[in-house]
């Protein structure tokens, strides 16, 4: 009876310490964890800002290229413009000659 007391005693004892051994592991796993993922999710926190930065910049490269296609559009049609009526100038002074003045 006594040794069952005390083979009780010593499983209670070692049912604490295995408790008490499987946290401190948890805990050291967890650490572990954040030791070894840390700089990886750093990295890739960094890429992703990096990412959304060359996002941002493309779309604002595209922005200013969409632009100065427009402003170019803008001027050929102007040029374009001009010399059609350049031209249409010079073709009725053709039709309807010198022009004579009464100061003969």
């Known amino acids: 009876m006594k040794e069952a007391r ?3 005693k010593v499983d209670k004892m ?34 992703q800002l990096d990412w959304e930065k060359n ?7 595209q922005e200013q290229k969409r632009l100065e296609e427009q402003h170019v559009r803008q001027l050929v049609a102007q040029s374009v413009a001009n010399t059609k009526n350049l031209i249409s100038q010079m073709t009725t002074g053709l039709k309807t000659g010198p022009q004579e003045t009464d100061n003969e």
Do not use: C, G, T, Y
Request: charge should be positive; glycine fraction near 0%.
């Open 55 to 61: 996002e941002l910049e493309r779309e604002k490269n």
């Open 14 to 47: 070692h049912k604490k310490w295995r408790k008490k051994r499987i946290k401190k592991l948890k805990v050291s796993l967890e650490e572990m964890q954040v030791e070894f993922f840390s700089p990886i999710w750093k990295q890739l926190k960094k890429d």
């Open 6 to 8: 005390e083979q009780a």
